[in-house]
């Protein structure tokens, strides 16, 4: 299994960017995908998810109205679209295949047992 994100960089607040993570080694639609990220300092914070065939999409809070997550299962690979960017969303961004979802009275529990390396996103003027 290999997941390789690409696609951040350095942007100003108020501009988009597009991550991609290009998957391997497995049946990609078979399994949800989430994306998460990590703010220097900070502890991992859950971002967006998709199941396998695309048709359902949920969003942390933070990025809701902003963030859309997609996928391309002809090719493998998963989609952040981030628009209206904010300093606040400045972190590694990382796709991770989840193996588990879980319900912990109202909120959905993830566990994941693939990760990529992450891609730096800056947002900054």
């Known amino acids: 299994v290999q997941l390789v994100e690409s696609g951040g960089g350095l942007v100003q607040p108020g501009g988009s960017l597009r991550l991609s993570c290009a998957a391997s080694?497995?049946?990609?639609?078979?399994?949800?995908m989430s994306w998460v990220r990590q703010a220097p300092g900070k502890g991992r914070e859950w971002v967006s998810e998709?199941?396998?065939?695309?048709?359902?999409?949920y969003y942390a809070d933070s990025v809701k109205g902003r963030f859309t997550i997609s996928r391309d299962n002809a090719k493998n690979t998963l989609y952040l679209q981030m628009n209206s960017l904010k300093p606040e969303d400045t972190a590694l961004y990382s796709c991770?295949?989840?193996?588990?979802?879980?319900?912990?009275?109202?909120?959905?529990?993830?566990?994941?047992?693939?990760w990529g390396q992450g891609t730096q996103v800056t947002v900054s003027s």
């Open positions: 991770a295949r989840v193996v588990r979802r879980g319900v912990a009275g109202n909120k959905t529990t993830r566990e994941y047992d693939y």
């Open positions: 998709i199941n396998g065939g695309g048709g359902s999409t």
């Open positions: 080694g497995f049946t990609f639609s078979s399994y949800y």
